[in-house]
């Protein structure tokens, strides 16, 4: 279920399509415990899961397990393992981590890029078109976000996302989507509330949790 | 040079000025362990650090510090030991610690509380005049911050200090202060620009260091 594939491009590591992401984890903990002498820290993969649409909400949790073996994830990679060429996909976005595990990204993230990352993600800076975020917990786009974000991929529904101009094309908090955007130009944060994502005006955010002082 | 000081309102950890906060450090750490066996997991203690502005930004070290033994910090007094009172100072504000390490506060910080955490600290809500955080990382508020931000006290000049409306009375990035602010309802960054804080609207950051794609 889990293995390399090998390209002129490059290492492809493809995991098929699993029912539970525990046992798809330990399976790629196997593989790169066996293949571990094979690799040299900083070695850079892609990583392909099939059925990419069911399992995208795992895969922070997926590039997690792999880095915690020195490799870093250079490209997530759509379509089926036949298909798949390395040249093609969206590129991981790997610098910014700080040291308190947040991912703060000072750039524009462009077309095909692609920030993943287990915990939340800052970015200062544009979301366009056609880029996306994969965040185990919340998202904050200050500037103007178009892209896709997902948030709450670990955390649930806590996860807030928030952007300067929220204009993207699809968000989704845990399980929940919407299509729908913020108001143009004014600071907004999406939210999950009474199950649903809603988006509330800066400065007329509501959350459902009573939060006590 | 560490030691506690009991008052009938509570237990107040008093910290003598010191010259390196590394020996203070280990000082805590053995007079934690030496009077391991007096405190329960989750009891709260105040902090009061001599000669307080000198060390603010070890704050949040110290209190992390804290933290390992299983105690939070409920309050941080300014002042003299002999005069600390715990019913003074600000209150530290302990909710809304996510999996991530990232601290997202969904609520509005008031006069007299004060966020610590050693990494990055996202406010959905407003920072009020008197309300101030101290932060290891980047710190967002998105909401209006009148209040004081310090950032960047462990991960340094790459920190930066953001809010939709701007309206800090003190910004410290790292040892860097300033006491300028954004522009009124403008969504503002402040980061370390050649050695010092620089205010940039949302749409016209610069950053220093050239970020490759």
Redo the contacts between chains.
């Keep these: 279920m889990v293995d390399f594939k090998m390209t002129k491009e490059g290492l492809i590591l493809v995991v098929g399509d699993y029912d539970s992401l525990e046992s798809a984890l330990s399976e790629i903990t196997d593989k790169l415990t066996q293949m571990g002498s094979f690799f040299t820290k900083g070695d850079e993969i892609a990583l392909l899961v099939e059925n990419h649409s069911k399992h995208v909400q795992d895969i922070p949790r997926i590039i997690s397990r792999i880095r915690e073996f020195g490799l870093s994830v250079s490209r997530i990679l759509v379509g089926k393992p036949e298909e798949a060429k390395i040249s093609s996909g969206m590129k991981v976005?790997q610098?910014?981590e700080?040291?308190?595990?947040?991912k703060?990204v000072?750039?524009n993230v462009?077309s095909g890029?692609v920030i993943v990352h287990?915990?939340?993600v800052?970015i200062?800076?544009n979301l366009h078109k056609g880029a996306e975020v994969m965040a185990?917990?919340?998202v904050?786009v200050?500037?103007?976000a178009e892209g896709v974000i997902r948030a709450g991929l670990?955390?649930g529904y806590?996860a807030?996302v928030?952007a300067?101009d929220l204009q993207t094309t699809l968000i989704q908090i845990a399980d929940r989507m919407t299509h729908e955007k913020g108001e143009r130009e004014i600071?907004s944060?999406a939210h999950v509330r009474a199950g649903r994502i809603v988006i509330d005006r800066?400065?007329e955010?509501s959350?459902e949790?009573v939060?006590?002082?």
Tied chains: 1, 2.
């Design positions: 976005v610098r910014g700080t040291k308190s595990g947040t703060l000072k750039k462009r890029q287990s915990g939340d800052i200062v800076g185990g917990g919340s904050v200050f500037g103007k670990n955390e806590k807030v928030m300067v600071p944060v800066w400065n955010v959350f949790e939060m006590k002082a």
